[in-house]
């Protein structure tokens, strides 16, 4: 895929959606404000920041933010946001998306504009990865349409946040594509690193046991190697 072609394909739907999110999620926290804030005692692990960047950190982008700054915390460390708070909570939280969150605040961008700018490069590599596998079965026109079906959807604006979702989700469809195309080193790499992305991440490995088979003629086709 070209430069410019990638541009109109994948980096405009890019740029008009999150365009349209982050209007969205400025007028309605300046307006309306948190639900955070009418509630307290909730894990709060970053410093305050603009509001265009503080729209993007809620919720489990806290936890993410917390092991990126201070590894996986003891109870001691979650002692002053209530009993509530165990240190086992951090277990669902995989290793992969606050590492990477770690490596590129180490350039003193800070940690959350470090998840936005990994959320949001993750997010880009997604949508290339998701253009090519549909275009290679369904033509260009499919293709475009997949792209702006996945950032319409509402839910969509996790995969712009401090979320590891959009990490998970280019590395799936990185190891489809690479089995796709029979490049079996780039499908394990991608496999082991999603595994390491989310909890859901091991489960890749069946859908990709499947095409394996389907590229090698099915099971005859595997047994007869």
Do not use: Q
């Amino acid at each position: 895929m070209t430069l410019s072609l990638w541009s109109r394909r994948i980096l405009l739907p890019f740029a008009v959606t999150r365009a349209g999110l982050l209007l969205a999620g400025v007028l309605a926290l300046g307006l309306i404000g948190s639900v955070r804030d009418r509630m307290p005692g909730n894990l709060v692990a970053h410093l305050p920041a603009p509001l265009p960047l503080e729209i993007w950190a809620r919720w489990d982008s806290e936890w993410y933010i917390l092991i990126a700054e201070k590894g996986y915390p003891s109870g001691d460390l979650l002692a002053p946001y209530g009993p509530h708070y165990r240190a086992e909570d951090t277990a669902g939280f995989f290793p992969l998306y606050p590492l990477l969150i770690r490596v590129l605040a180490a350039s003193g961008i800070g940690s959350l504009a470090a998840g936005l700018v990994l959320s949001n490069l993750a997010l880009l590599a997604a949508l290339t990865l998701l253009y090519e596998l549909v275009r290679d079965r369904c033509g260009d026109e499919t293709a475009l349409l997949s792209v702006w079906s996945l950032l319409a959807f509402p839910t969509s604006l996790f995969l712009s946040a401090v979320y590891g979702e959009s990490l998970s989700l280019a590395l799936t469809l990185g190891a489809f594509l690479a089995a796709r195309r029979g490049r079996w080193g780039w499908v394990a790499l991608a496999g082991f690193a999603c595994a390491l992305s989310r909890p859901t991440g091991l489960l890749v490995v069946l859908p990709l046991a499947w095409e394996v088979l389907e590229r090698r003629g099915g099971w005859r086709g595997w047994v007869s190697l």
